[in-house]
């Protein structure tokens, strides 16, 4: 079973390179684990900002959905992120909230099985202003409800507040 250290908490609040810090800490060659389609050129500068933020240390890996078919045995694996990541799963099961936590779970459970060290980064969507629109209202709870199932199988858990880690976990 993995190690898992959860990072949660909302847009800029430093999850991403307080998860970074620490997996180098842990790790000479860790790996990164992308989980974002390029949706458009702004979204396609986001990824290019959090590239250069990485030296050779690191291997790149870009996954959309099924990070259980890689094999990261012994190694420190940083996920960013799982709001990307559930995205991929909402948008492919055409924005149906139970069919699209039911396979985010049922492939979260196959990628832990493995033996390595894993750090997860995901964001805190409740504690921001209330979607407006019903698919970003069922978005928000979709994303609620897996950082709730992925943070009570965490070993530590952190929540982001404007670059300050807080361990709440672990």
Not at 98 to 120: G, H, P, S
Not at 161 to 170: D, P, R, T
Request: proline share 1%; charged share 25%; net charge negative.
């Amino acid at each position: 079973m993995a190690t898992i250290t959860f990072i949660t908490g909302g847009a800029r609040s430093g999850k991403s390179s307080f998860a970074q810090r620490l997996a180098e800490q842990q790790s000479e060659n860790p790996v990164y684990l992308a989980t974002a389609r390029i949706w458009d050129e702004d979204f396609a500068n986001r990824i290019k900002r959090h590239q250069a933020d990485r030296d050779e240390r690191w291997t790149t890996l870009e996954e959309e959905k099924e990070l259980s078919k890689h094999d990261f045995a012994g190694q420190t694996v940083l996920l960013d992120c799982i709001t990307l990541w559930l995205t991929n799963f909402f948008y492919d099961c055409n924005y149906q909230i139970d069919e699209a936590l039911e396979a985010a779970k049922a492939e979260w459970t196959k990628f832990i099985k493995q033996d390595m060290n894993l750090i997860v980064v995901s964001n805190e969507l409740g504690m921001g202003v209330h979607p407006e629109n019903e698919s970003a209202r069922k978005f928000a709870d979709l994303q609620g409800w897996m950082n709730q199932f992925i943070a009570k199988q965490a070993d530590t858990v952190y929540l982001m507040v404007a670059g300050i880690e807080v361990k709440i976990k672990g």
